[in-house]
């Protein structure tokens, strides 16, 4: 079965590259005919590891098309979800599993509700990747993803594929659970690297706010019955810091190249789960309050 995919950004199109590499169908879609003809002008999906360089000529195709969709990686950011599955419902057959990922949480209710003709898999990866440029993504270094379903069900076929591929996947009935240990640690590195302008091993010198930081996160997450997800979490992001020193943020690249970033369903979405529950997090809901100044102050969006 073909896999279609949405976003040949940075998770998107190493997904792209490692499945076709390893034989897999795979068809990107593009949000315009421009955007296609820039693709084919490029001459194909370029995926640089370790130094070495391979350009991978995948099929294209406009997101406008009008061929059904049985299987589709929706990789875009989180606030361009739910547009990508408005203009897809049409084209997705009944039964089509799409696997969404997109960084925080929010967006993934919002997609699922769009498309209820859909399996909608969740997932939460940690591969390092990034973009050199347009159709060119960079692997940085090596993770793991976490798939699964809301309420949990069983693991789909194609699992293998993705083994196959050097995609390191997992099944778990608790993807929830992953992706508020994924928001919680990025709600602890990511707006500071952006306030105090520096890489993540930067945050090292600020080590108070961090655990402080830690500390409301822990009670968040309690409060929304997320348990498991709250154990050793300050540990987990001092040795998140510590590995990743030499790393920009991806939420510090975005401020840095003038782009969105994805504050509304990270440290956004934070704050609103804290309010729905009356519950008090000063100094997040300070961070958030500082974040949002700062985007504005240099004429990017606060949402």
């Known amino acids: 079965m073909t896999w279609h995919v949405l976003g040949a950004g940075s998770l998107g199109g190493l997904w792209a590259a490692r499945l076709a590499r390893a034989g897999q169908p795979v068809r990107l879609l593009l949000r315009n005919p421009q955007r296609l003809a820039q693709y084919h002008a490029a001459g194909g999906l370029t995926l640089e590891e370790n130094g ?11 997101i406008t098309d009008s061929a059904p969709i049985h299987r589709l990686l929706l990789a875009s950011k989180a606030y361009d979800a739910a547009t990508a599955a408005r203009a897809l419902h049409a084209r997705l057959a009944p039964g089509a599993e799409v696997i969404l990922l997109q960084n925080g949480l929010g967006s993934q209710d919002q997609v699922a509700s769009l498309l209820p003709q859909a399996r909608c898999i969740f997932a939460s990866s940690t591969e390092g990747a990034f973009r050199r440029g347009d159709f060119h993504v960079v692997h940085a270094g090596a993770g793991h993803t976490w798939l699964g379903t809301v309420p949990p069900s069983p693991a789909p076929e194609w699992l293998g594929e993705l083994a196959q591929a050097g995609i390191a996947a997992s099944w778990t009935a608790d993807i929830l659970g992953r992706l508020w240990r994924k928001l919680a640690l990025n709600c602890a590195i990511n707006p500071l690297t952006v306030l105090y302008h520096c890489r993540n091993g930067g ?9 402080a930081l830690c500390a409301e996160l822990v009670a968040l997450l309690l409060a929304c019955g997320q348990a498991d997800a709250a154990v050793d979490l300050q540990a987990e992001v001092e040795r998140v810091i510590a590995a990743t020193a030499a790393n920009y943020s991806s939420m510090y690249q975005d401020v ?14 934070a704050c609103h789960e804290a309010a729905q529950r009356q519950l008090a997090l000063p100094r997040l809901q300070a961070l958030e309050q500082r974040l949002r100044a700062h985007l504005g102050a240099r004429g990017l969006p606060q949402d």
């Not at 945050?203 to 655990?211: D, K, N, P, S, Y």
């Open 256 to 269: 840095a190249a003038g782009r969105r970033t994805e504050i509304g369903y990270l440290l956004g979405h």
């Open 203 to 211: 945050l090292q010198a600020h080590g108070e706010e961090v655990a």
């Open 52 to 62: 070495v360089r391979q350009i991978l000529p995948l099929s294209a195709e406009a």
